[in-house]
């Protein structure tokens, strides 16, 4: 969504150094929706992994290690997805214009 909307803002404005605007205040708004959708996901996870009084490693045949297990992958994988979407949305402060 980020790159489309760059690319229609830039393609309209017809100039090599066009300004973002108010194309930027949406990025940063797409920015701050994604972080807060992970950060949700994370936080479910994070309570899927923790659940129940077991110890770790969750590596036991058991349906609730598995639950654990998934939970605690959804956690890195949030984590990841957090760290790939801020370091995306760098460029939003590095490029002021349409170059």
Known sequence: MSYITAAIWCAKAMTVAAPLGAARVALVAYTVVALAVIAGIGWR???????????????????????????????????????????????????????
């Open 45 to 99: 996870s994070w309570r899927q992994h923790r659940w129940g009084d077991a110890e770790l490693p969750h590596d036991a045949a058991s349906a609730d290690d598995r639950h654990r297990f998934l939970g605690f992958a959804t956690l890195l994988l949030c984590g990841l997805s957090f760290v790939a979407v801020v370091y995306s949305a760098f460029v939003i402060g590095v490029f002021g214009t349409c170059r």
